[in-house]
């Protein structure tokens, strides 16, 4: 492989992992309020950490009322819940 090879490599390589880096976000106030909205109305009392992505919302380490944890994914576009897994 030629230097300029490895280098045009190197570059797409770094772009690709400063767009994943960037991919994950914390919600915004709105985005905030309607995703608590759903995990309470799911049943939810509290959550350790909640990531925005552009394909699904991450709810880290969320406790029911009967205190069991879930991981929890959401539909960025309708606030669904998607995804329900037990710890």
């Known amino acids: 492989m030629s230097i300029r090879t490895i280098g045009a ?3 797409v390589l770094s772009v690709a992992m400063t767009g994943a880096a960037l991919a994950d976000r914390a919600p915004t106030p709105d985005e905030l ?3 608590e909205a759903v995990l309470k109305k799911e049943g939810f009392v509290k ?3 909640i990531e925005v ?3 699904e919302i991450e709810i880290e380490d969320a406790v029911d ?3 069991k944890q879930f ?3 959401l539909d960025p576009k309708t606030y669904a819940v998607t995804k329900r897994k037990a710890e």
Request: proline letters at 0%.
């Open 9 to 11: 490599a190197a570059l």
């Open 65 to 67: 009322a009967n205190g």
């Open 53 to 55: 992505e552009s394909d």
């Open 33 to 35: 309020t309607k995703i």
């Open 71 to 73: 991981d929890i994914e």
């Open 47 to 49: 959550w350790k950490s």
